[in-house]
């Protein structure tokens, strides 16, 4: 590996890994596409936004938001996790392909633990748009208990709790290659402090560093028609956390 | 009004004026969401991988605080320098990886069929994009980065797959679709 160095390209290439597997740990023991990205949000891990999806739903006109947050939490975490109710998070979605968000869902909490409560507002037009948010007047879309199928299958449906992180990758051989960015705690810090690989491991040896590690998911699922309504049907979505 | 009362009742009224005050502070109540409450972002997310891989560590909280009508100004030169100058692939692959990615959303073709449904789908086969839970997107950036997904031309094999394909846990096929918390 150390060969490496005195070839650019090898070094660009450790480079890559290097970036890329910044932000899938840093501290702690974390991983995933957008996992503890800043000092501020591995600092508050309610803050920290994991991963976001949209797939298609149950019915070809339906369309399904997933937002991941707080991972990595292990098993013995779970009975205690919960959303933080002093935060907004948002599914916005762009509907005219100018990068400014025409709809918006916004998801509050109130309580803690086993006996929270989800709100879910929207799909609507947001009051302000941009990094600066206030909760819409509209009354709520749907509320009730996390760990719950909320809502109805013919509309708007929503889902907040405890899941199975469902992302994947084998973490442990990105810090093989890449030691330099290994946590300072837990069991990866533990690797060596000198590069034992320039590759990552063949399929049979490669490990999912995240199996077994839950994270808080919210899920909601809705016509699709509730999205692209006074736009296109080509859509932009991202999620925000703000506080 | 003896000197004493009066004081005693100037001291009364303040206590009440402090204690009404204090019943008023509805504003801290952040428990329950208030119109007049600023909520400012501190994270963002849209495609996965963009700030870790292509952003330096020090620009992530300037992309979580920011917005995707901005993207291309603020971060697309970055991206392709990224790309051309420390992964050393060629103007084109960076090009194209900066039109995909930004601005920083999952972009999703509803019109599209369902079954093509994926990770930059929308691009790269005018399917229905947006992102899957099965997506192996560490897989996807890695052949974009490093592999042949964009050109033949300075490949890195052994860095295109981390030869983790798929979730520990099987996916649910309906509502709410991630597997039960382990």
């Known amino acids: 590996m150390r060969n490496l160095f005195s070839r650019p390209r090898a070094l660009a290439t450790v480079a890559v890994v290097a970036a890329l597997s910044a932000t899938l740990a840093i501290t702690r023991s974390s991983s995933a596409s957008d996992h503890q990205d800043t000092p501020e949000v591995e600092l508050s891990p309610r803050m920290d936004m994991n991963d976001v999806y949209a797939f298609p739903g149950a019915s070809a006109d339906r369309i399904v938001l997933v937002m991941t947050t707080s991972s990595p939490i292990t098993p013995a975490q779970s009975a205690s996790a919960s959303f933080d109710p002093n935060l907004l998070y948002q599914f916005k979605i762009d509907n005219t392909g100018d990068g400014v968000e025409d709809k918006v869902i916004q998801v509050t909490f109130s309580g803690t633990g086993t006996s929270q409560q989800m709100t879910v507002r929207g799909p609507v037009a947001p009051t302000t748009t941009g990094t600066m948010n206030t909760v819409v007047s509209t009354g709520p879309s749907l509320t009730g208990a996390v760990n719950t199928n909320l809502g109805n299958a013919a509309s708007l449906q929503a889902f907040a709790g405890i899941r199975d992180d469902p992302f994947f990758l084998d973490l442990e051989q990105f810090f093989r290659i890449v030691p330099d960015r290994k946590p300072v705690t837990g069991a990866l810090s533990k690797l060596p402090d000198q590069p034992t690989a320039s590759a990552f491991r063949p399929a049979g040896q490669a490990v999912d560093y995240l199996r077994g590690i839950n994270a808080l998911g919210i899920v909601l699922e809705m016509p699709t028609a509730m999205l692209t309504d006074g736009g296109t049907k080509k859509i932009g979505v991202w999620g925000t956390i703000s506080r | ?182």
Not at chain 2, 111 to 126: E, I, P, R, V
Not at chain 2, 159 to 182: C, E, G, I, R, S
């Open chain 2, 1 to 182: 009004m003896p000197i004493r009362n009066r004081v005693l009742a100037t001291l009364g009224a303040l206590a009440l004026i402090a204690v009404a005050g204090a019943c008023n502070d509805d504003n801290n109540d952040v428990t329950s969401p208030q119109g007049d409450r600023v909520y400012v972002q501190v994270e963002r997310l849209g495609n996965p991988l963009v700030s870790e891989v292509f952003l330096a560590k020090r620009n992530h909280g300037f992309h979580n605080a920011g917005k995707p009508s901005t993207d291309v100004a603020n971060h697309a030169a970055e991206l392709e320098a990224f790309v051309t100058t420390v992964a050393g692939r060629d103007a084109a692959v960076a090009n194209t990886l900066a039109t995909v990615l930004l601005p920083d959303m999952l972009i999703v073709q509803t019109d599209k069929a369902t079954s093509s449904a994926g990770w930059l789908t929308w691009a790269l086969a005018n399917g229905y994009g947006g992102r899957k839970l099965t997506d192996d997107v560490v897989d996807a950036g890695l052949s974009a980065i490093f592999g042949n997904l964009l050109s033949p031309n300075n490949v890195s094999p052994g860095l295109t797959t981390d030869n983790v394909n798929q979730n520990d846990k099987p996916f649910l096929t309906t509502f709410p679709y991630l597997a039960a918390a382990n």
